[in-house]
């Protein structure tokens, strides 16, 4: 027999449960037979294949041609050591792979690390008690409770189901929710509407369910592993990256096949000059930048983590930093979500709520109290904020009195409202409260002084000034309406009862600013990023509170929804253009139009959100933002990134460590383009002049792979300046490789560098009586010691770059000197190596170097120091223009 045919308890004899739920020893028990309910991942290629393709992309075949080419003529002109050159290009293949390899695992370690910070709860039922759970301790025969915007955990069999609806998209691709219920049926599982599946969402209602199958057992788990082999795209920062790398490869062969002619044309010898050609275009390959990108993503990432913003994938840290609007909920991400009735309006005038006490039958108290799904257990108030704050005020004014509930139509963003109805003594009677424009169309009577009358235009106007007056307080105002239910049984259409509504007054709850908000707004103006409050809430209340954290100064454009409704899209796009603009009693499903609207204008948009109806707006967005606490798991799948403390400011410190890993990157990109040129120009100098060759392919690898290495990810950890948020944001179009970083990098600091290493070069030559044209055998030691002054001035300037490159406009000084450690370890760790092939005899036999005396590293350090003052001066100039 199938569960979907088994009455309920059948099916809960069939799992050996009960509507308690499960014993918490018998739990346990199933779960060490059943094991945990998840899905386990395919392991999409196993690790030594994914190493073994690090020998295999673009660059790497690019570099074995080049050892190709090396034993080649090795072979075929030997005796010039060419085989040396073959077996150093193998090398840095060896590396860079192994470099690659970790830097991917790492930051695909970061992101899992990042992924296990968000579980996945779900309400359950176990001794007869509530409670939460991570849903991958659920097990068969558990009592699962499911709320609108949750996931399903399991495959599940409805034992009770209030209007509840699921969306089945994720296993069946039918978009459209169907209702369930909890009635046996005969059939296919999937075609069941009293069974819900594990991966699919509750799109609204309530229900409860009998778990059936768990983890790999559900029908999610079965078709798993067809999803898991898709492999994530790359960010569009990585896309530009391996483009940019594949063009300065592509540019790198070019100048070898450039210099190879050049010497050709002069009369250099054929194989000398082929094997220069391979060097050149080798040293000038940027290895290691795909790599060090993504790593430099996955460790933003995890700084935003620390900082409370989950991402979920790494396009959404680079995307962060272009972030030029914000869309946000008012409740719970501006304010605090922590919710006290400060005022109440009834028979006319204004109390205060503190010291509010009312009659066991006051209407206005009973809706408070009555259409209410917040608790109090165990001396704390539990649910909704805004209920918890009515049920307290209800309790406090009224004390514990109860009522049967018989029927619930309930709360959403859409209707604004949520009725009851409840036996109360012997009579009936239904309550509804929402927002003031729901409820009052509604009412026909008006309570006065404990007297139902007829609703008139004045009392109509005295409700709806007395609802204003407390929104321009900064309240958020609830309307409240009873009635007694006359008729015997329940309508077919329950929502047919909500007419005719007695008004029974208005309560205000205050709901403060979060602390840290009206500094995190002013941030966001200094950064020009505008922001725009979309709230489901009244204008009257919004503007207050937007007045309060600085969001607005002057006379904003308010768009309540029903006018937002009758706008065609071009008046909204004029609206949209002002300074200050803010919307009010929104749906969430209109949020999206505002994405749209706001991108075909050329914005990058985030947009936060909490509820089911939120999710295509998220999923629109540029950067779609979900509350960690008070988000269903819908809003959570359908967002870029998940706030783990629902506050606001926490998207524009996100926005900061966005802004700063783009940065970053271009930081270490300029110090790496820029060592590029004093290694191109001892060639070009070889070539034409007719010297010696003052650095060898060895030295260049030396640095590319060696020594710039750890400078160069220090750099990438450079920490957010002030200056980060005074700009405006990035715009869509702009390259990571522009003009600016290409001719700082190529232009100004390179050529400082090449001018560094050919002093040196020619210092040693000189200082050791060389005379110009003279050549030297490869062994001599003036030689070997010439190139190996060459080589240090690179390495001594570098350290001047490394300062220079921590900002491209500011002055270090104005950092902090001292303020990256990891630029002093980088730099030591340059040192060292450097020590070591210069003094060691095995550096000195792999990269053919000679020990200096110590003077002459002195007498290269004024190049590092004008290149350091020389950036200064640059900023300054530049700041001060
Ligand atoms: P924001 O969009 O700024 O976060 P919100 O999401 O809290 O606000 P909604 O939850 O859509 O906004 O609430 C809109 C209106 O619905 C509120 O102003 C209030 O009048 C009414 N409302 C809110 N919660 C309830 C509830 N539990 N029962 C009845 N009415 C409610």
Redesign the pocket.
């Known amino acids: 027999m199938k569960i979907n045919s088994l009455s309920k308890e059948e099916a809960l004899r069939a799992l050996v449960s009960s509507e308690n739920g499960l014993p918490e020893a018998e739990a346990a028990k199933r779960l060490s037979e059943s094991g945990f309910n998840e899905i386990r991942e395919v392991r999409r290629t196993s690790l030594a294949i994914r190493f073994f393709r690090q020998f295999t992309h673009f660059l790497a075949l690019l570099l074995w041609v080049g050892a190709g080419l090396a034993f080649l003529s090795d072979y075929l002109h030997p005796g010039e050591d060419m085989a040396t050159l073959g077996f150093a290009i193998i090398g840095v293949i060896m590396i860079n792979a192994v470099f690659t390899f970790i830097q991917e695992y790492r930051a695909e370690k970061a992101l899992e690390a990042l992924k296990k910070l968000l579980p996945f709860y779900v309400q359950i039922v176990r001794e007869g008690k509530e409670r939460k759970v991570p849903s991958r301790e659920v097990v068969p025969g558990d009592i699962i409770l499911l709320s609108e915007g949750d996931r399903i955990p399991a495959d599940a069999r409805l034992i009770e189901g209030a209007m509840l609806k699921v969306n089945n998209a994720s296993l069946t691709g039918e978009s459209e929710a169907s209702l369930r219920n909890s009635l046996p049926v005969q059939g296919e599982l999937l075609d069941s509407p009293n069974i819900v599946f594990a991966g699919t969402t509750v799109t609204s209602g309530s229900g409860k369910a009998l778990v059936f199958a768990t983890g790999m057992g559900t029908e999610f788990g079965r078709i798993a592993h067809l999803t898991s082999t898709v492999q994530p795209d790359l960010s569009p920062l990585q896309k530009e990256i391996v483009k940019a790398t594949r063009l300065v490869a592509t540019i790198a062969a070019l100048v070898g096949i450039f210099f190879f002619a050049l010497g050709f044309a002069i009369g250099r010898d054929f194989w000398n000059n082929f094997i220069f050609a391979i060097g050149i275009t080798v040293a000038l390959i940027p290895e290691g930048m795909l790599p060090t990108v993504t790593l430099s993503l996955a460790m933003a990432s995890q700084r935003m983590a620390k900082r409370k913003a989950l991402i979920k994938n790494l396009s959404s840290a680079e995307t962060l930093g272009c972030v030029s609007v914000i869309c946000t909920?008012?409740?719970?991400?501006?304010t605090q979500n922590r919710m006290t009735a400060e005022k109440i309006w009834k028979d006319g005038s204004i109390l205060d709520a503190k010291d509010f006490r009312a009659q066991a039958d006051d209407p206005l108290m009973q809706t408070a109290l009555f259409?209410?799904?917040a608790r109090f257990a165990d001396n704390e108030y539990l649910g909704?904020p805004?209920?918890t704050a009515l049920l307290r005020l209800g309790r406090e004014s009224l004390g514990d009195l109860s009522a049967q509930r018989i029927f619930e139509i309930p709360?959403d963003?859409d209707r604004?409202?949520?009725t009851t109805v409840h036996r109360v003594g012997n009579a009936e009677y239904v309550f509804s409260?929402?927002?003031?424009e729901?409820i009052l169309p509604l009412c026909s009577r008006f309570l006065t002084n404990g007297v139902e009358q007829k609703m008139e235009e004045a009392s109509r106007e005295s409700a709806l000034d007395a609802y204003s007056s407390l929104m321009d307080k900064g309240l958020?105002?609830?309307?409240f309406a009873y009635k007694k239910n006359l008729s015997d049984s329940l309508p077919a259409d329950p929502f047919s009862l909500e007419k005719d509504f007695v008004f029974a007054g208005l309560i205000g709850l205050e709901d403060p600013p979060r602390p840290e908000v009206p500094e995190a707004i002013r941030k966001c103006h200094e950064a020009g990023i505008k922001v725009i409050?979309?709230?489901?809430?009244?204008s009257r209340?919004?503007v207050a509170i937007a007045r309060e954290i600085g969001l607005v100064k002057g006379d904003p454009i308010v768009i309540e929804g029903p006018e937002f409704l009758k706008m065609d899209d071009r008046e909204l796009r004029k609206k949209l253009a002002a300074r200050e603009i803010l919307f009010a009693?929104?749906?969430?499903k209109h949020k999206m139009r505002v994405v749209s609207i706001l991108q075909e204008e050329g914005q990058w948009v985030a947009v936060t959100g909490?509820?089911v109806n939120d999710a295509p707006a998220l999923k629109k967005a540029d950067i779609g933002i979900a509350m960690g606490i008070s988000g269903t798991d819908v809003a959570k799948e359908a967002s870029d990134m998940i706030l783990l403390d629902d506050n606001f400011a926490t998207i524009v410190n996100a926005v900061e460590e966005g802004r700063t890993v783009y940065d970053n990157i271009r930081k270490f990109i300029t110090y790496i383009f820029a060592s590029n040129i004093p290694e191109a120009v001892p060639f070009l100098a070889y070539i034409l002049l007719r010297i010696p060759l003052p650095l060898t392919i060895m030295q260049i690898l030396a640095v590319d792979l060696g020594t710039d290495m750890l400078p160069a990810l220090a750099l990438g950890t450079e920490k957010p300046t002030p200056a980060v948020m005074k700009q405006p944001p990035r715009s869509r179009n702009e390259r990571l490789l522009n003009f600016s970083v290409l001719s700082r990098a190529y232009l100004f600091l390179g050529p400082i560098e090449a001018a560094a290493c050919m002093f040196g070069f020619f210092y040693v030559l000189y200082g050791g009586g060389w005379t110009w044209g003279t050549l030297l055998p490869l062994n001599n030691v003036l030689y070997l010691q010439a190139t190996t002054a060459c080589l240090t001035a690179i390495i001594i300037v570098q350290i001047g770059n490394v300062f220079a490159c921590r900002s491209a406009n500011e002055s270090v000084l104005s950092l902090g000197f001292f303020s990256n450690r990891f630029i002093f370890i980088g730099i030591a760790f340059e040192l060292c190596l450097q020590l070591f092939i210069v003094y060691s005899p095995f550096g000195n036999r792999i990269f053919a170097t000679h020990p200096l005396p110590p003077a002459t590293w002195f007498i290269l350090l004024p190049f590092a120091l004008l290149l350091f003052f020389g950036e200064e001066t640059r900023k300054h100039l530049v700041l001060s223009r």
């Not at 958020?476 to 309307?479: I, S």
């Open positions: 909920d008012k409740t719970g991400t501006l259409c209410n799904n909704d805004t209920e709360f963003s604004k409202r949520m409260k929402g927002a003031m729901s958020r105002v609830l309307a409050v979309i709230t489901g809430d009244g209340t919004a009693r929104m749906a969430p909490d509820g």
